[in-house]
């Protein structure tokens, strides 16, 4: 598979070790959507005015006008590196995706407004949007984030440079996501999973992975692992996805044992510690894996286990013990909302309930309907220790304020 470059992206590389370039390598799990605020800059002008204020702790990798895609942190073009595009106090992007912006986004800056034409800047800002997605493996319409989102008490980027050239941020992700789809040439004849075995199940009109992760009683997040080449945006009629593997048993009487990454398992290191073992020995069992990469949901084989091992195996009490682990975290902190004592449900309505509407970032009415009951479980399956029941009880009421 391959992408459409359909623009340049020029190298305009600030000095290293300035506050604007201040060095680090990040594993790209997001991308934060900015505009300059600043009518009429360019992208040129922007990152020489970097240039020429060092010592200012605030910048962003990617730049977009209408001439240029200009990249002044390396982003696509060499090992990205950190950029400070958010401050680090807000907690939305931790309670998102685990991670601080700066330590784990890609910031790209649209400019607008003066004498830049709206709707090349536009098409250009899509499409690096889609090119960053395609690059580090993320979903448009998951792994984007707003900067107003993140910090909406300062922030009103990028609806707001969005709006002086025509567009809203909803626009916005549903054209990249066309976008992405458009460039990555995915091909109208339908996907078929690959040589594994196992149960299957072949893609009728109205299927949507959620829907047949629930027939089946598995996850999305698993469907995804066993269905790398499936496009998970664009589920294809006649496609057939793989729903579970055959189990296998080698010659040598064991089985293997796979890892998951996650929000909060995002990298090799992180399942090693997890399974007790070494980011050598994962990297020896799965040859080709790129553990700059990696994508949530993706299984990780971590080692294998002895197949006369009684069924209470240690590496399922190991993960059982990890989920709750990670939950606990969640916990420690106090949510930004206070939890309303019991759980949120459908046929709810109220301040509660355009609060979660709000988080899911879903149209806000305050009544928890089918959509929102829908949006809450997908929500929910983003998470391994969550129940997917499209309930906000105590536990995802605290991952999600
Ligand atoms: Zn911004």
């Known amino acids: 598979m391959s992408f459409k470059m359909k623009y340049d992206i020029i190298s ?3 000095p290293t070790g300035t506050k604007r370039r201040p060095g680090g390598k990040i594993n790209v799990r997001f991308l934060v959507a900015h505009d300059t605020g600043n009518p009429g800059s360019t992208a040129k002008g922007n990152i020489n005015y970097y240039r020429n204020s060092p010592t200012i702790a605030a910048s962003a990798q990617i730049f977009v006008d209408d001439e240029c895609i200009r990249e002044c942190i390396p982003a696509v073009l060499g090992t990205p590196e950190r950029a400070y595009h958010v401050i680090y106090n807000v907690t939305t992007d931790n309670r998102m995706f685990g991670a601080d912006a700066n330590d784990a986004a890609i910031g790209v800056e649209l ?3 003066g004498n830049i034409d709206g709707a090349k800047s536009y098409a250009r800002y899509v499409w690096i949007l889609a090119y960053l997605c395609y690059k580090f493996g993320l979903d448009p319409k998951r792994d ?13 980027d990028p609806s707001n440079g969005l709006k002086h050239i025509g567009k809203t941020y909803n626009q916005l992700i549903t054209d990249v ?29 109205g299927d949507t992975l959620y829907k047949i992760a629930n027939e089946y009683g598995t996850t999305v997040a698993k469907l995804k692992a066993l269905n790398p080449e499936i496009d998970v945006l664009a589920l294809q009629i006649g496609s057939t996805l793989l729903i579970q593997e055959e189990s296998k048993t080698t010659d040598s009487g064991k089985s293997p044992i796979y890892g998951t990454i996650s929000k909060n398992s995002p990298t090799l290191s992180h399942l090693a510690v997890d399974y007790k073992t070494t980011v050598a020995n994962i990297e020896k069992l799965n040859p080709g894996i790129n553990p700059l990469k990696l994508q949530v949901g993706q299984k990780v084989l971590v080692g294998y286990k002895s197949a006369s091992t009684p069924s209470s195996n240690t590496a399922k009490k190991t993960s059982m013990k990890k989920v ?15 939890y309303p004592g019991s759980p949120v449900k459908r046929g709810a309505h109220g301040k509660d309930v355009e609060a979660i509407q709000r988080a ?20 929910q399956s983003k998470f391994p220790f ?3 029941d499209g309930i906000v009880g105590y536990n995802t009421w605290n991952v999600m304020f």
């Open 386 to 388: 969550l129940g997917v």
């Open 177 to 205: 996501a066309a976008e992405y789809k458009e460039c990555s040439g995915k091909s109208a004849k339908p996907q078929t999973a690959s040589v594994k075995s196992g149960k299957t199940h072949k893609v009728v009109s």
């Open 324 to 338: 709750d682990a990670r939950l606990a975290e969640y916990l420690k902190h106090k949510p930004v909302r206070p």
């Open 111 to 113: 400019c607008w407004g």
């Open 144 to 156: 984007i984030v707003g900067h107003e989102t993140l910090d909406p008490k300062r922030k009103i």
């Open 12 to 14: 305009d590389l600030l």
């Open 360 to 379: 899911l970032k879903i149209s806000v009415d305050g009544d928890f309907g089918a959509a929102t009951e829908k949006a809450v479980k997908n929500y």
